[in-house]
């Protein structure tokens, strides 16, 4: 009878501890938010104000874990789609990730393991020379390059900025006589003189904007801040590509995790500091939902279609 009576009584304990686990509520241990890239740039300081108002609403610890990697974004994001498939792990990613990683042999993204929570940011991202340079524009980069050796920086091959500017080059009928990929591509990028051209995020040097030519910007807008620069888009239509960032987990995540990122990270990209910090480096700062979203990346899939075809991958 003892023995009979010590085995139901563990019985209900367990249940009890079971049922206690099965009403925890997200969330309830510490949260990372996984950001591919060095610190410092725009998707890094905005990942961070989510971050804060995640652990100011909920009372949890988190952290921006950044995953810099000669893969680009990749790694970081092989990391994330590895992870637990319940919040505990968010990926905030630039367009790459699900446009780009299912279709360059990473086993870990395709097929694609991830799905949108919504986009914040839509970089400012621009093609740049340096203040000396003999051109003042793509058309006399063009004219320039046709007669002399011009070198070109990058976050990446696959990516896709590399890709557009790659493309741009054939649509105005020229190329680079090479190419380098870099972690970061910044003021000192251009002044140490080892590259000639760069594409990166307007935030990376705009401690130098006024020693920099801009020569044309990424994207269908022109960046408030250069007005004078225009857009990929207006250089070659078939070629409108935004470079946006946004949340995403792993598809297997309950709804109910979902909505309650969504519901901190609309709110961060509302306040008055994201509105600042938009206005301060001439990026566009929003809350686009996750149907949004998954249009975007067909659009844009179909687009680097289009460019790969260009530059005959």
Not at 34 to 58: C, H, K, N, S
Not at 209 to 217: E, F, I, Q, T, W
Not at 262 to 267: D, F, G, L
Not at 269 to 295: H, N
Request: glycine content about 8%; aromatic content about 8%; some cysteine.
């Amino acid at each position: 009878m003892f023995k009979f009576a010590k085995l139901v009584t563990a019985a209900a304990l367990a249940s009890t501890a079971m049922a206690g686990m099965a009403l925890a509520e997200y969330p309830e241990k510490p949260v990372e938010f996984v950001v591919p890239w060095p610190p410092g740039d725009l998707e890094d300081v905005l990942t961070r104000m989510i971050a804060e108002d995640f652990q100011a609403a909920y009372g949890v610890p988190t952290a921006v874990v950044n995953k810099p990697g000669g893969g680009g974004p990749f790694p970081g994001a092989v990391e994330v789609a590895n992870a637990p498939a319940d919040g505990y792990t968010i990926g905030s990613f630039i367009i790459a990730v699900p446009v780009v990683g299912p279709m360059i042999g990473i086993p870990d993204l395709n097929p694609d393991p991830f799905e949108p929570l919504g986009n914040f940011l839509t970089y400012p991202f621009v093609i740049a020379a340096g203040g000396n340079a003999p051109y003042d524009d793509v058309a006399g980069l063009a004219a320039y390059a046709k007669e002399n050796d011009v070198v070109l920086g990058h976050f990446g091959a696959p990516l896709v900025p590399t890709q557009v500017t790659m493309g741009l080059a054939v649509e105005m009928g020229f190329s680079f006589a090479a190419d380098a990929a870099f972690d970061a591509l910044d003021c000192n990028t251009l002044a140490s003189g080892d590259v000639d051209v760069i594409n990166t995020t307007l935030q990376l040097i705009l401690p130098c904007l006024d020693d920099v030519k801009v020569l044309a910007s990424i994207g269908s807008d022109r960046i408030p801040l250069t007005p004078d620069a225009p857009t990929v888009a207006e250089l070659a239509p078939d070629m409108d590509v935004a470079l946006w960032n946004g949340l995403f987990v792993h598809k297997d995540t309950p709804q109910d995790v979902r909505e309650k990122i969504i519901a901190v990270a609309k709110t961060t990209m509302q306040s008055e500091r994201a509105q600042k910090l938009a206005a301060e480096t001439g990026a566009a700062v929003y809350w686009q939902d996750a149907e949004a979203v998954q249009a975007q990346i067909q659009k844009d899939i179909s687009t680097l279609d289009h460019i790969g075809k260009v530059l005959g991958n």
